[in-house]
């Protein structure tokens, strides 16, 4: 069936390191791919999303880049802040009779000053 | 206006209690869904509404119920639950145009505690 694999965190960088935050995923036809991020007690804001094969999704400065070959939608950012500490979750939509969304188990970021 | 809004942000209720939960968006999106999400966990789709009728049900037990009285609310009833349905309850929703491609809103969640 359709799925999402997320790398495990959770993931400890400092100020300004380099962020990746791998994700691949399985799917039947032609799936959009999103990242969505959830900081401590809200809900799931969209943070970029790519429909299809070889789309660049960015904004904030994170980047992710559907790679078809590989199945992969890794998320990348040059230099994290504290402020990017949250949890980020890579998610596909497939249409399944109705367009149904499948998450990722998650990657909670922790940044350090 | 680009919210969606969930009443109330937190919730007890005991086995035998009826207790709903509101969703409400202007946003003119014509696409909601309930998803319940555990500590620690991704969200786990439970509903699907499109225009204003239910296109996804995954397999939901009755003692939860959503209604879809119009394009703008999303109500989630709840009956008889049981302590491991303790959650956060998201909303969410979506211009349904491209299908797949659509991004979902979502709103803060209701945390629900079932004692």
């Known amino acids: 069936g359709d799925s999402v694999t997320q790398m495990e965190g959770p993931v400890t960088l400092s100020e300004e390191a380099f962020l990746t935050i791998n994700c691949t995923y399985t799917?039947?036809?032609?799936?959009?791919l999103f990242w969505y991020v959830q900081y401590p007690g809200e809900g799931l804001q969209l943070l970029l999303k790519a429909t299809k094969a070889d789309d660049k999704g960015s904004n904030k400065g994170f980047e992710a880049t559907y790679r078809k070959e590989t199945t992969s939608f890794h998320l990348e950012k040059g230099s994290v802040q504290v402020s990017d500490s949250a949890v980020y979750f890579c998610?596909?939509?497939?249409?399944?009779?109705?367009?149904?969304?499948?998450f990722g188990a998650g990657t909670r970021l922790f940044v350090k000053a | 206006d680009t919210e969606v809004t969930q009443t109330p942000k937190h919730l007890v209720m005991g086995m035998t209690n009826k207790k709903s939960l509101k969703c409400e968006q202007h946003m003119g999106h014509r696409a909601m869904y309930w998803y319940k999400q555990k500590a620690k966990k991704p969200p786990e789709l439970m509903f699907v509404?499109?225009?204003?009728?239910?296109?996804i049900n995954e397999s939901v037990p009755s003692r939860f119920s959503p209604e879809c009285p119009n394009s703008s609310l999303l109500n989630l009833h709840l009956h008889a639950l049981q302590p491991e349905d303790s959650a956060l309850y998201l909303c969410?929703?979506?211009?349904?145009?491209?299908?797949?491609?659509?991004?979902?809103?979502f709103g803060p969640g209701t945390r629900l505690t079932v004692l």
């Open positions: 509404y499109s225009y204003e009728k239910l296109s």
């Open positions: 969410a929703s979506s211009l349904p145009g491209q299908g797949s491609t659509d991004t979902q809103y």
């Open positions: 799917a039947t036809g032609y799936p959009s």
């Open positions: 998610a596909l939509t497939v249409n399944t009779g109705g367009f149904k969304t499948i």
